[in-house]
């Protein structure tokens, strides 16, 4: 296929994957190698298409996320929420740069890890919808710091491709007592710092290899990613309210089992 249809596949993915629990990186990646796209660029596009869908949550949340910045100097609960997504933040920063090279040069290149990972993960999700201890918090603004850093810690998981990023947070907050419809919102709000630090580190790391023609492609990606977001960030919440997280615990079962039948063929 050409590669721009390539680039709207991917972003459509990655868009329909980033906020649920069902590892974007681990579909983009098994997507990549199901087209039989080259490693290099194709790995660094899926991880900088990530900002497009990170923007759609700014989008939708900017007026909430806007009054907490103007509140800040006055408001000590809008500094505390600002605290606690920095914090949640902070596990990724470090160890996001000590590990950089081997996440991207061997653990992006190994399907059938990206496969199990999807699979344990699958089923710690249904473990934790069908026992969730009792949640003691219900709004993602008003976590405390030490409940943030769990979440951040938990976070760290999702460096290892098909973990998912939403999935570890989202875990991570209901174990630590945070109600499900809270987690997921927390782990959107700790998405912001998370991708943009990702994707700009991810730049920079790759400046020298990148192209004009490339960029064309990465802002198609990119473009894609964040109107497939936009709709994905509105639906998540009303879903998990509803249905809880058992179906994208199958699903990740469904999927990494499929790709573990495909690899061995």
């Given at each position: 296929?050409?590669?721009?249809?390539?680039?709207?596949?991917?972003?459509?993915?990655?868009?329909?994957?980033?906020?649920?629990?069902?590892?974007?990186?681990?579909?983009?990646?098994?997507?990549?190698?199901?087209?039989?796209?080259?490693?290099?660029?194709?790995?660094?596009?899926?991880?900088?298409?990530?900002?497009?869908?990170?923007?759609?949550?700014?989008?939708?949340?900017?007026?909430?996320?806007?009054?907490?910045?103007?509140?800040?100097?006055?408001?000590?609960?809008?500094?505390?929420?600002?605290?606690?997504?920095?914090?949640?933040?902070?596990?990724?920063?470090?160890?996001?740069?000590?590990?950089?090279d081997l996440i991207k040069e061997v653990l992006f290149e190994?399907?059938?890890?990206?496969?199990?990972?999807?699979?344990?993960?699958?089923?710690?999700l249904l473990a934790i919808d069908r026992w969730p201890p009792?949640?003691?918090?219900?709004?993602?603004?008003?976590?405390?710091?030490?409940?943030?850093?769990?979440?951040?810690?938990?976070?760290?998981?999702?460096?290892?491709?098909?973990?998912?990023?939403?999935?570890?947070?989202?875990?991570?907050?209901?174990?630590?007592?945070?109600?499900?419809?809270?987690?997921?919102?927390?782990?959107?709000?700790?998405?912001?710092?998370?991708?943009?630090?990702a994707f700009a580190y991810d730049l920079y790391k790759s400046?020298?290899?990148?192209?004009?023609?490339?960029?064309?492609?990465?802002?198609?990606?990119?473009?894609?990613?964040?109107?497939?977001?936009?709709?994905?960030?509105?639906?998540?919440?009303?879903?998990?309210?509803?249905?809880?997280?058992?179906?994208?615990?199958?699903?990740?079962?469904?999927?990494?089992?499929?790709?573990?039948?495909?690899?061995?063929?």
């Amino acid at each position: 296929m050409p590669d721009w249809l390539n680039a709207i596949i991917l972003g459509l993915i990655e868009g329909l994957t980033e906020f649920i629990p069902v590892s974007s990186t681990g579909h983009l990646l098994l997507a990549k190698s199901a087209l039989g796209l080259p490693d290099g660029f194709w790995d660094t596009f899926c991880v900088l298409i990530q900002l497009g869908a990170i923007l759609a949550v700014v989008a939708l949340y900017f007026q909430r996320l806007w009054s907490v910045l103007i509140r800040a100097p006055k408001d000590a609960e809008a500094r505390r929420f600002i605290a606690s997504v920095l914090v949640a933040f902070l596990p990724a920063v470090v160890l996001g740069v000590l590990l950089h090279d081997l996440i991207k040069e061997v653990l992006f290149e190994s399907p059938r890890l990206i496969c199990w990972s999807l699979i344990v993960g699958g089923v710690a999700l249904l473990a934790i919808d069908r026992w969730p201890p009792p949640a003691r918090r219900h709004d993602a603004m008003k976590l405390s710091l030490p409940t943030a850093l769990g979440v951040g810690l938990m976070q760290c998981l999702s460096m290892i491709p098909g973990v998912s990023r939403s999935g570890a947070t989202i875990v991570g907050g209901v174990l630590l007592g945070v109600e499900k419809r809270a987690a997921a919102e927390f782990s959107f709000f700790l998405a912001i710092p998370t991708m943009a630090g990702a994707f700009a580190y991810d730049l920079y790391k790759s400046r020298d290899a990148l192209n004009l023609d490339q960029a064309g492609l990465i802002g198609l990606g990119f473009l894609v990613a964040f109107v497939s977001g936009l709709v994905v960030v509105k639906a998540m919440l009303d879903f998990v309210s509803r249905r809880g997280l058992a179906p994208f615990g199958w699903w990740r079962i469904v999927v990494g089992v499929a790709g573990l039948v495909l690899l061995a063929r």
